[in-house]
């Protein structure tokens, strides 16, 4: 089986736990990572055997044997890595979220396709399978007509500033960080809102600390959401519809359990999966077949997806006034 060498861009948290699922991925080697820290990108590749570590992301991306990269810097500079990958030719996988805003994800589109370059979002929840299934049970007309989906993405994030979740110059705050899970949620149920009604609580320094979104679909379905990173929730998703609902078991974005609840059933049905939590290797699988297969996006989770998840975001940072300064800009 031919395999697909990875690079990783960004050394934190999420990067570890990447790594993680890229090494019991059959069809992925993990061949080099790169940190503005050597030793911290050298401790890494011991950690998970790659083959190379840098101590720059320039010469990560000089590297002629890797085929893709995974970005996984903050988001605040997501458009600006990206960029220097395809200058560089190089696939991506760009860690949600995307970018600041979607005139930034037109332009990565932009870039992607001009130079014939593979690109995609790291929403990796898309490719669980209880959020699949639960899709194409809704789909199947299971639990009648879907009407409402309630989700929520809520932790305890102590007021720090040394901590990137409350710095608002590398974009941090809840929306772009957990709020985008529950808005992808009802944005892969129920498509684009109509309209949002939006409230929001800060951080001393402005940074997003709290949301609770009401989204308004056609035909008077809706979407209750929440996230915060200031009280902790069980984090589970539900679908509502005229003859059941589904519940998918928190944390929702990472389940491997949902439960079904149909009106002409006497018992509910809960159906679980082997897979363990919070795991990549789904995702991981889908570039490495389109990649495979010569695809320079996926079918499942399009770039067009990506610009209108990222519009969404735009209209509720919009409804709070929640602006990045400089961020903005390209």
């Given at each position: 089986?031919?395999?697909?060498?990875?690079?990783?861009?960004?050394?934190?948290?999420?990067?570890?736990?990447?790594?993680?699922?890229?090494?019991?991925?059959?069809?992925?080697?993990?061949?080099?990572?790169?940190?503005?820290?050597?030793?911290?990108a050298?401790?890494?590749?011991?950690?998970?055997?790659?083959?190379w570590?840098?101590?720059?992301?320039?010469?990560?991306?000089?590297?002629?044997?890797?085929?893709?990269?995974?970005?996984?810097t903050?988001?605040?500079?997501?458009?600006?890595?990206?960029?220097?990958?395809?200058?560089?030719?190089?696939?991506?996988?760009c860690?949600?979220?995307?970018?600041?805003?979607?005139?930034?994800?037109?332009?990565?589109?932009?870039k992607?396709?001009?130079?014939?370059?593979?690109?995609?979002?790291?929403?990796?929840?898309?490719?669980?399978?209880?959020?699949?299934?639960?899709k194409n049970?809704?789909?199947?007309g299971?639990i009648?007509?879907?009407?409402?989906v309630?989700?929520?993405f809520?932790f305890?994030q102590?007021?720090?500033?040394?901590?990137?979740l409350?710095?608002?110059k590398?974009?941090?705050?809840a929306?772009?960080?957990?709020?985008?899970?529950?808005?992808?949620?009802?944005?892969y149920?129920?498509?684009?809102?109509?309209r949002?009604?939006v409230?929001?609580e800060?951080?001393?320094?402005?940074?997003?600390?709290?949301?609770v979104?009401?989204?308004?679909?056609e035909?008077?379905?809706?979407a209750?959401?929440n996230?915060?990173?200031?009280?902790?929730?069980?984090?589970?998703?539900?679908?509502?519809?005229?003859?059941?609902?589904?519940?998918i078991?928190?944390?929702?974005?990472?389940?491997?359990?949902y439960?079904?609840?149909?009106?002409?059933m006497?018992f509910p049905?809960?159906?679980?999966?082997?897979?363990?939590?919070?795991?990549?290797?789904?995702?991981?699988?889908?570039?490495?077949?389109?990649?495979?297969?010569?695809?320079?996006?996926s079918?499942?989770?399009?770039l067009?997806?990506?610009?209108?998840?990222m519009?969404?975001?735009?209209?509720v940072?919009?409804?709070?006034?929640?602006?990045?300064g400089?961020?903005?800009?390209?």
């Amino acid at each position: 089986m031919k395999t697909i060498n990875w690079g990783i861009m960004g050394l934190g948290k999420i990067a570890h736990k990447f790594a993680k699922d890229l090494k019991e991925t059959e069809s992925a080697t993990l061949l080099g990572v790169a940190s503005r820290s050597e030793s911290k990108a050298k401790e890494f590749a011991s950690q998970y055997q790659s083959k190379w570590a840098y101590g720059s992301y320039e010469d990560l991306l000089d590297n002629k044997e890797i085929d893709i990269i995974y970005v996984a810097t903050p988001h605040s500079h997501h458009y600006e890595n990206v960029m220097m990958c395809f200058d560089a030719g190089k696939n991506v996988l760009c860690e949600k979220a995307f970018a600041v805003n979607a005139k930034q994800v037109r332009a990565m589109v932009d870039k992607a396709r001009q130079e014939g370059l593979f690109l995609m979002e790291g929403m990796w929840s898309r490719f669980n399978p209880a959020l699949q299934d639960a899709k194409n049970d809704i789909e199947s007309g299971l639990i009648g007509t879907l009407q409402a989906v309630k989700a929520d993405f809520c932790f305890h994030q102590p007021y720090d500033l040394t901590s990137r979740l409350c710095n608002k110059k590398l974009a941090g705050g809840a929306l772009l960080d957990i709020g985008i899970y529950p808005i992808f949620l009802s944005y892969y149920m129920l498509g684009k809102p109509v309209r949002m009604n939006v409230e929001a609580e800060y951080y001393p320094n402005g940074t997003d600390k709290n949301l609770v979104m009401l989204f308004d679909y056609e035909n008077g379905r809706e979407a209750i959401l929440n996230c915060s990173l200031q009280y902790f929730s069980p984090c589970d998703g539900f679908l509502y519809g005229e003859n059941g609902c589904i519940r998918i078991h928190g944390r929702w974005h990472e389940a491997n359990t949902y439960t079904r609840f149909v009106k002409s059933m006497d018992f509910p049905v809960t159906k679980g999966y082997g897979h363990k939590p919070l795991s990549f290797k789904f995702e991981i699988e889908e570039v490495n077949s389109c990649l495979l297969n010569g695809q320079l996006e996926s079918k499942k989770w399009t770039l067009q997806n990506s610009i209108e998840l990222m519009e969404i975001l735009d209209e509720v940072r919009s409804e709070i006034k929640l602006d990045y300064g400089g961020l903005e800009a390209l």
